[in-house]
T-cell receptor
């Protein structure tokens, strides 16, 4: 069965500081991995995705994530956060023949001035 | 940019009542999904729909739930007799091929069952 664990429920970071959100997955075949962001009152917006190839993927809003098969991880990073990055972040896994997504519980990011 | 639209944004209903949640997926998309998120819990898959039939459903999606694409643009989720535990945020998503599995999500409908 596929599953995703986001160990951090809530992270507070200062504006301008770096951010790393952790994601570990369990999937029986080659995983497709995603990070979505949800701002209050908004839908889930795709930040970035990994299907294959280069294990460091770039996304929108200055985010990047690194796929590490040996650690079953897909951590999200941003070098310098902006106040507008305050949101909830979801990691998700799916597959080539299994289109449904399994989500982690989400990490809420608070940005302090 | 095209988007998935969900209505209403908030639905309040009495226990035992029927509710219909509506979604307008992106127009050229072929696969449609409903997910839900109970407050404080994970986003959970409910059902996927392709070629006018359910392709997969979760254990949550019991006989009280049904989905329909009545007119080629709308995609609806019906809960026949709502329970308190159906209170959640319901998300609609859609995608096409060969965009692999990039699902585009709506803003959600918050269902409150009283």
């Amino acid at each position: 069965a596929q599953s995703v664990t986001q160990p951090d429920i809530h992270i507070t970071v200062s504006e301008g500081a770096s951010l790393e959100l952790r994601c570990n997955y369990s999937y029986g075949a080659t995983p497709y991995l995603f990070w979505y962001v949800q701002s209050p009152g908004q839908g889930l917006q795709l930040l970035l995705k990994y299907f294959s190839g280069d294990t460091l993927v770039q996304g929108i809003k200055g985010f990047e994530a690194e796929f590490k098969r040996s650690q079953s991880s897909f951590n999200l990073r941003k070098p310098s956060v902006h106040w507008s990055d305050a949101a909830e972040y979801f990691c998700a896994v799916g597959g080539d023949n299994d289109y449904k997504l399994s989500f982690g519980a989400g990490t809420t990011v608070t940005v302090r001035a | 940019e095209p988007e998935v639209t969900q209505t209403p944004s908030h639905q309040v209903t009495q226990m035992g009542q029927e509710v219909i949640l509506r979604c307008v997926p992106i127009s050229n998309h072929l696969y449609f999904y409903w997910y839900r998120q109970i407050l404080g819990q994970k986003v959970e898959f409910l059902v996927s729909f392709y070629n006018n039939e359910i392709s997969e459903k979760s254990e949550i999606f019991d006989d009280q739930f049904s989905v329909e694409r009545p007119d080629g643009s709308n995609f609806t989720l019906k809960i026949r007799s709502t329970k308190l535990e159906d209170s959640a945020m319901y998300f609609c998503a859609s995608h096409t091929l060969p965009a692999k599995n990039i699902q585009y999500f709506g803003a959600g409908t918050r269902l409150s069952v009283l």
